[in-house]
């Protein structure tokens, strides 16, 4: 148990549905991220919060979409999705990154994750 | 952006065996972190280490940032290590919070 949790765990949609992926954390962190990992593929950074302010988008296309309406919880909005868009979605957070000086605060925790399959 | 290599890419043990896992990377870090991802797809965190020694248990890491390059010391091997291990980096370029995955290492542990 890490202290991020995400649900659901496994998720199965056709490409015309709307779903949506939530993650907590129970850390007490300002900073929540998105992951993908696909097959074969190292993980990739898609989306970063800090602080409930988006700051960092990895040019992910727009059929993904975040929400962070605090510095508990974060949302991925999938819409229109592609079978190739089937991989494991991570969430971690952190306690407060990029803060000069305080090097431990960056370390990232993960949630469990949710397995997606687009048909 | 900042390359990271991982080897070896698959290894086979022994339970009870030793091993050592090698991370290189391709420019200063000011963050790196190792984790274990069970069969179920869970990071679990091991080390955070961008520099310096440390150990846990059985597990022993060590980064030497100057030279670019961390190893995941696996000592007296159990079954229940067996899965990927990933190492991950943050550059030093004020984003340190970005981390750059590698892409792994996959552990068997035979009993």
């Known amino acids: 148990e890490t202290g991020v949790t995400q649900t659901p765990r496994h998720l199965v949609m056709g490409m015309t549905n709307k779903k949506s992926l939530k993650c907590e954390q129970h850390l007490g962190h300002n900073a929540m991220y998105w992951y993908k990992q696909s097959a074969k593929k190292p993980l990739e950074l898609m989306f970063v919060?800090?602080?409930?302010?988006?700051?960092e988008n990895n040019s992910v296309p727009s059929r993904f979409s975040p929400e962070c309406p605090n510095s508990s919880h974060l949302f991925l909005h999938l819409h229109t999705l592609q079978p190739e868009d089937s991989a494991l979605y991570l969430c971690a957070s952190s306690q407060r990154p990029g803060l000069a000086g305080v090097e431990s605060y960056n370390e990232q925790f993960f949630g469990p994750g949710t397995r997606l399959t687009v048909l | 952006g900042i390359q990271v290599e991982q080897s070896p890419p698959d290894l086979i043990l022994q339970e009870g065996a030793n091993s050592t896992l090698r991370c290189n990377f391709s420019?200063?870090?000011?963050?790196l972190q190792w984790f274990h991802q069970n069969p179920w797809g869970q990071l679990i965190n091991l080390f955070y280490?961008?520099?310096g020694t440390k150990q846990n248990g059985r597990l022993s890491a060590t980064t030497v940032a100057t030279e670019r390059y961390s190893l995941l010391y696996i000592s007296s091997s159990q079954t229940t290590d067996s899965g990927v291990y990933f190492c991950?980096?943050?550059?030093?370029?004020?984003?340190?919070?970005?981390?750059?995955f590698g892409k792994g290492t996959l552990l068997t542990v035979n009993p």
């Open positions: 280490i961008p520099s």
């Open positions: 919060y800090n602080f409930k302010e988006q700051t």
């Open positions: 991950a980096v943050g550059n030093s370029g004020g984003s340190n919070y970005k981390l750059t």
């Open positions: 420019d200063s870090v000011n963050n």
